[in-house]
């Protein structure tokens, strides 16, 4: 038990360690302090979600439609993580950065979630690791171990979201500096510039 347990915790902590467009997502929304708990609690939702839905077998369903669709869905994909981008490198180059932090507190919940929901739904990788590797794996497991695999991975998630989330107040202080926020507005666009490249040349696109 404690076995199939380590092993889901570690695989889906290793899975979704990598800093990638939500967890950028996920950064950015702790330092700025708005509706983080909502989003962390989104984000591992999500995550519980899915790594729920390949571990009882769904997987082997999805599994050929993505592979058949790949290069539509990596191409979206590549889409709107370049936009995403291009307005991060425009916060970047404003002037008036630190009042715009003050002024984006004042966005509502549904667009935030909204957000985070396209960055995480739209990632092909997400259901390539959630769905299809979590749950691949969880086939060597049965009866209550793979129960206790399932609540391992996802107890990754929840753990790892809920620090990225939480964590990213220490940064507060330094994110008052304006040159530090265009900093990361500019690395977050380069991340999400990177992954639109990987994307679009795994779909065949380039």
């Known amino acids: 038990m ?10 889906g902590f290793s899975l979704i360690v990598a800093i990638g467009a939500q967890n950028s997502f996920v950064l950015r929304q702790g330092i700025l302090g708005q509706h983080v708990f909502y989003v962390a609690l989104f984000c591992a939702l999500s995550d519980a979600l899915l790594i729920c839905i390949g571990v009882v077998g769904i997987s082997f369903f999805l599994n050929n439609f993505i592979s058949q669709n790949s290069n539509i869905l990596f191409g979206l994909s590549a889409v709107w993580l370049s936009g995403y981008g291009f307005l991060r490198l425009r916060s970047a180059l404003k ?8 002024a984006s507190m004042l966005k509502d919940l ?6 985070a929901a396209v960055l995480t739904f739209l990632n092909p990788h997400v259901y390539l690791d959630t769905m299809i590797l979590i749950g691949s794996i969880s ?6 171990h793979k129960v206790t695999f399932t609540i391992g991975a996802i107890l990754a998630s929840f753990i ?9 107040k220490i940064l507060t202080p ?18 999400m510039f990177t992954i639109a490249f ?6 065949n696109w380039l």
């Not at 404690?2 to 695989?11: D, N, R």
């Open 198 to 203: 990987q994307l679009t040349y795994e779909g």
């Open 139 to 144: 086939q060597q497991f049965s009866g209550f």
């Open 110 to 115: 549904l667009p935030t979630i909204l957000v």
């Open 2 to 11: 404690i076995q199939s347990f380590l092993t889901g915790f570690f695989l």
């Open 174 to 191: 330094l994110m008052q500096r304006q040159y530090a926020w265009r900093t990361l507005d500019c690395l977050i666009a380069l991340i």
């Open 160 to 168: 790892f979201f809920f620090s990225l989330a939480y964590g990213a």
């Open 95 to 102: 002037s008036n950065e630190t009042i715009e932090i003050e």
